[in-house]
C-alpha cells in the first residue's frame, strides 16, 4: 500500500479531533465533529475546507492561451486577465480526464487546478499536448496550500481576517468566477471567489509554510460570525445539493461531456483541440444522460444504485452515480445516468434501495440553489 | 449512564446490555464515530424472531449504510420509537438512549460474546 499523503494542515486538524479518509490518494479531514452539523454551517455562515490535495499548475509561455485552448475543451484564449473558468480536460475520444478551474493570471500565464486524484493523468496529457507549443508547464501542487471559506458569512470571514493585505480587486469587489492577488503575512496569497457548495466563497492559495498561520487566522476571524472547519463529508453532500459533478462519479473516460450537461463547456467552434475528432464521431443516439432524482421519505439512494422505470421492471433504465439524505432540503437526493427516454423532469421512476424500489421522481439539477 | 464494563460486544460493532433474559442492544461509539451523522434507522417489528449474526435492520448516515446484525437470537420485545424519530440520538449517546432493540434471549448465550477488554483490542483502542 501506498503511504498517504498529509497537507501542511495536518496537524491543525488533528488537534481539531478529525476523522480522516483516503482522498485521491490523501489523508484528508472527513469531518471534525458532526458532517451535518458542519454541512448546515456551510448554508447558514461559513465553513473552512483545506482542499490542499488538489493540483495547482502553472502554464506559462507566449503560446500559453493557445497551448490551453487545444489542451482544453474550453476556449481559454478569449478570457480576461482576471477571470476564472470551468473546463475539461478530454481524452482523444471525447471522454473526460478531469474537470478543472482555469485562471488568467497574465496574458501569458495561467493556473489550472485539477483534482487530487487526477493530478498524474492531466499531467501527462498537458506534457503529451505540448508538442510545439511554446509553453512551459510547472507543477505546484507540492508546494502550495488550497483553503477554502465557503458560506453566506464567507466576505465577512475573510475581510476580518489578520495578516491578510493588500487585496486588489478588494474582496468586496471580487466577482464570482474572478480572482485577487493580495499578501499573508508577507507571503504572496491567490484568492479566488470560486467553490464546490452552492454558497458564496474564496478559495485562497498560499504556500505551504504560512498555511497553518493562514487557517489559524481564519478560524479565529470567523469564529464570531460561525465559521466551523468543515470536513469531506460536507464537502461532497454541500456539492451534491448544488448538483456539482464529482470526478469518478458524474464524470469519467466513458462519459462525454453532453452525457453529464456539460456540452455548454465544450466550445465545439474551436479549430483543434484533443476530443475534438472524438466527440463528433461519438453519435450514440441512447447514451445515458445525468438527472436529478428526488425521493419521499428518508430512504437514500447511493451511488451504483439500479433505476427502474417500473416497480416490476427486470431492465434498469440507469444507475446512481451520487446521493444522500439532503441535510438541507430534507428527503432524499441523487444523480443518475438514465436513458433519454426516462430523463424528462417529472418522469417517475424507482430506485432499487437494497431490493426495496423506491419511488423518485427526475428532476432539474440543482437541487438547491442560494438566494443570492 | 450505562456501565461499559458490564456489556458485551459483537465484531459488527454491536453491544448488548443483559438484565435477566432482556438483552439491550446499541451499536458502538466507535461504530456510530465510523459511520458519522446517523440520519435513518430501520428495526425490526416487535414480536418478531431474530437469528444471531442475520441482518434486521439498516443505520444510513448521510455517508453510508451500516446492517443492524442480531447479536443474539431471540425475540424482539421493544424497538427505541425515539431513535426511529430522531437517529442523531446514535451518535449523541450510543450507550444510552441510542439504544436499538431490546430481544429476550437464552442468557446463556452472551457468554458466546466478546467481552469489553476483546472488543477494544478489535477496534485498536476504541469502544
Known amino acids: 500500500m501506498t503511504e498517504l499523503r498529509t497537507t501542511a494542515l495536518h496537524d491543525r486538524h488533528e488537534a481539531l479531533g478529525a476523522s480522516f479518509t483516503d482522498f485521491g490518494g490523501w489523508l484528508m479531514p472527513v469531518r471534525y465533529s458532526s458532517d451535518l452539523a458542519e454541512h448546515h454551517a456551510v448554508r447558514t455562515a461559513a465553513g473552512l475546507f483545506d482542499i490542499s490535495h488538489m493540483a495547482e499548475f502553472a502554464v506559462e509561455g507566449a503560446e500559453a492561451a493557445a497551448f490551453l485552448d487545444y489542451a482544453l475543451a474550453g476556449a481559454v484564449s478569449p478570457m480576461r486577465v482576471g477571470k476564472a473558468k470551468y473546463s475539461l480536460v478530454l481524452a482523444e475520444s471525447g471522454g473526460i480526464v478531469d474537470d478543472v478551474i482555469v485562471y488568467r493570471i497574465a496574458d501569458h500565464r495561467f493556473l489550472v487546478i485539477a483534482n487530487a486524484g487526477n493530478r498524474d493523468a492531466v499531467a501527462s496529457a498537458f506534457r503529451e499536448r505540448v508538442g510545439d507549443f511554446e509553453v512551459e508547464l510547472e507543477d505546484h501542487t507540492d508546494g502550495m496550500s488550497l483553503i477554502a471559506v465557503q458560506g453566506p458569512a464567507a466576505r465577512a470571514v475573510v475581510e476580518a481576517t489578520a495578516g491578510i493585505a493588500d487585496v486588489a480587486p478588494a474582496f468586496a469587489d471580487l466577482g464570482y468566477y474572478a480572482w485577487s492577488s493580495g499578501s499573508f503575512e508577507g507571503a504572496p496569497l491567490f484568492v479566488a471567489r470560486t467553490g464546490y457548495t452552492g454558497e458564496d466563497g474564496f478559495e485562497l492559495l498560499v504556500p505551504n509554510p504560512v498555511a497553518p498561520t493562514l487557517w489559524d487566522a481564519l478560524l479565529a476571524a470567523g469564529e464570531p460570525l460561525g465559521l466551523v472547519p468543515a470536513g469531506l463529508a460536507a464537502r461532497d453532500t454541500l456539492r451534491l445539493e448544488a448538483g456539482m459533478p464529482l470526478y469518478g462519479h458524474e464524470l469519467s473516460l466513458d462519459i462525454v461531456p453532453a452525457q453529464a450537461g456539460l456540452g455548454r463547456v465544450v466550445a465545439v467552434d474551436k479549430d483543434d483541440f484533443v476530443g475534438k475528432a472524438g466527440l463528433a464521431a461519438v453519435v450514440v443516439p441512447d447514451a445515458p444522460v445525468l438527472v436529478g432524482l428526488v425521493c419521499d421519505g428518508r430512504r437514500a439512494g447511493r451511488a451504483g444504485y439500479a433505476v427502474f422505470d417500473a416497480t416490476e421492471a427486470e431492465t434498469p433504465v440507469g444507475e446512481i452515480t451520487s446521493g444522500a439524505l439532503s441535510p438541507t432540503l430534507g428527503h432524499p437526493i441523487a444523480m443518475a445516468f438514465v436513458s433519454p427516454a426516462a430523463s424528462a423532469p417529472g418522469t417517475e421512476l424507482f430506485i432499487d434501495v437494497r431490493g426495496t424500489r423506491i419511488p423518485a421522481t427526475v428532476t432539474d439539477l440543482p437541487f438547491y440553489r442560494r438566494n443570492k | ?127
Open chain 2, 1 to 127: 449512564m450505562t456501565d461499559l464494563t458490564a456489556l458485551k460486544y459483537t465484531a459488527e460493532h454491536e453491544w448488548v446490555a443483559l438484565d435477566g433474559d432482556v438483552a439491550t442492544v446499541g451499536i458502538t461509539s466507535y461504530a456510530a464515530d465510523k459511520l458519522g451523522d446517523v440520519v435513518f434507522v430501520e428495526l425490526p417489528a416487535v414480536g418478531s424472531s431474530v437469528t444471531a449474526a442475520t441482518v434486521v435492520g439498516e443505520i444510513e448516515s448521510t455517508k453510508s449504510v451500516g446492517e443492524l446484525y442480531a447479536p443474539l437470537t431471540g425475540e424482539v420485545v421493544a424497538v427505541n420509537d425515539a431513535v426511529v424519530d430522531d437517529p442523531s440520538l446514535v451518535n449523541a449517546d450510543p450507550f444510552g438512549a441510542g439504544w436499538l432493540v431490546k430481544i429476550t434471549v437464552d442468557p446463556a448465550s452472551v457468554a458466546d460474546l466478546l467481552d469489553r477488554d476483546a472488543y477494544i483490542s478489535l477496534t485498536g483502542g476504541a469502544e
